[in-house]
């Protein structure tokens, strides 16, 4: 597969393609994704939830990152990876550059971040030193308990205003991408026609330049109550494989997500 870069991924915005993502935390699966052409794997921090059985992120180790990334990298060399810091791994900004330079140096091409206005010094200092950052926003999974649950965000206008305030802060700070997970979708349609950058949405509907889903939703493999924002492909697909294909295919045409899995 080709490498995929930052400026690859601004180009796809510029000319209206779109991209799916998806998340990976071993080199078995990141191999079989980045070989359907899968651009960017996100080792996030739900293998909290996913791989270790915690009913949170929150307690995911910048030591855990590190691991899976390298895990990772091995399996797809070409492919764009952005990984998470962790829960309060980055509350100051020394911290926060430590801590990146460890999950850059483990295949790392880019760092994910959550939160809005409090992130700017840090955004900011890592941008100096040539690290690209990834926002996250709306449904931010690390603060859970402050939000009472996992819950659509955004939804009165003064929340959907401070989102959109907060998108365009943290661009001008300097990330270069964003998530925006679990926001109705003609908010989502605002902040992606307002930034110049990448926006990847996740239960934001089908306007954003990206789509993300966590590889054990797409694949099924989440037991129990599942957020209703996820479509399980390989039900439909047969294989993993083809389901993979049919996620990237769905994602570019626009057909995933349609209003059945957008707010
Ligand atoms: O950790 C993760 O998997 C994420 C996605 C839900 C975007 O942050």
């Keep these: 597969m ?4 930052i400026s690859k991924l601004e180009n796809w915005k510029k000319n209206k393609k779109k991209f799916a993502a998806i998340t990976a935390y071993d080199f078995s699966f ?3 994704f980045s070989n359907q052409g899968i651009p960017v794997i996100l080792i996030g921090d739900s293998l909290g939830m996913t791989i270790q ?13 590190e691991y899976h990334t390298k895990a990772v990298r091995k399996g797809a060399p070409n492919t764009f990876l952005l990984s998470d810091l962790p829960f309060m791994s980055y509350y100051e900004t020394r911290q926060a550059l430590k801590n990146t330079a460890k999950i850059i140096r483990s295949g790392a091409n880019m760092i994910k971040i959550e939160g809005g206005k409090w992130l700017v ?13 990834c926002g996250h926003i709306g449904l931010t999974p690390q603060s859970f308990n402050y939000l009472s649950g996992y819950k659509v965000q955004g939804k ?28 109705p979708e003609k908010l989502a349609k605002k902040i992606t026609k307002n930034l110049s950058i990448p926006v ?20 099924g493999i989440t037991e129990g109550k599942k957020p209703s924002f996820t479509k399980n492909f390989l039900s439909e697909n047969g294989s993993i494989q083809k ?10 045409k626009g057909i995933y997500p349609n209003k059945k899995y957008s707010f």
């Design 53 to 65: 059985g915690h009913s949170s992120t929150l307690p995911v180790k910048v030591q855990d990152i």
């Design 156 to 183: 009165e206008k003064k929340d959907a205003n401070k989102l959109i305030d907060e998108a365009l802060l943290l661009e001008e700070s300097g990330i270069k991408m964003l998530v925006v997970e679990c926001i």
């Design 243 to 252: 389901s993979i294909q049919k996620y990237i295919y769905e994602v570019e």
């Design 2 to 5: 080709e490498c995929i870069t």
């Design 30 to 32: 990141s191999k079989l």
């Design 121 to 133: 010094e840090i955004v900011k200092e890592l941008s100096n030193r040539s690290i690209l950052v």
């Design 200 to 219: 990847i949405g996740i239960g934001s509907g089908k306007y954003t330049d990206g789509q993300i889903l966590v590889m054990h939703d797409l694949l």
